[in-house]
C-alpha cells in the first residue's frame, strides 16, 4: 500500500513538472540602453521616455522604436515576422503597456 502511494506521488508530480514546462512562453519588455539602442526604422536614438515603443517578435527578439509611428510603420514593412506583443510607454507613469490595451490621445 505504501509502495503504491509512492507511486502515485512520484507520478503525480512528474505529471505537474511536465505541464509546467509546457506553459505559454513570456514575452516581456527589455529595457532601454539609451546609449547603444536606436530606433530600427529611422536610425535615431531611443530614449527610455514616453514616447519609446517596442516589438517583441516569437523568436524572443526585442526590436525597439523611438515613437509610435516608426512601430506602425516597420508593423506594415514587415508582415511576414511573427509579432507576439508590442508595447508602448505611458506618458506618465514611463511603464511599459501592451499596446492593444493602451489608449492613444
Not at 506521488?9 to 529595457?31: D, N, Q, R, Y
Not at 510603420?73 to 501592451?98: G, T
Amino acid at each position: 500500500m505504501k509502495s503504491q502511494l509512492v507511486k502515485l506521488f512520484t507520478l503525480a508530480l512528474l505529471l505537474l513538472i511536465m505541464i509546467t514546462g509546457c506553459g505559454e512562453k513570456a514575452h516581456t519588455p527589455v529595457a532601454i540602453n539609451e546609449d547603444t539602442d536606436k530606433c530600427e526604422i529611422c536610425h535615431m536614438a531611443v530614449k527610455d521616455d514616453q514616447f519609446a515603443s517596442e516589438i517583441i517578435l516569437e523568436n524572443g527578439k526585442a526590436i525597439v522604436f523611438d515613437d509610435l509611428g516608426c512601430m506602425y510603420k516597420w508593423i506594415k514593412e514587415n508582415e511576414d515576422k511573427e509579432i507576439a506583443k508590442q508595447y508602448v510607454k505611458d506618458y506618465h507613469s514611463k511603464d511599459w503597456l501592451e499596446a492593444d490595451k493602451a489608449f492613444f490621445v
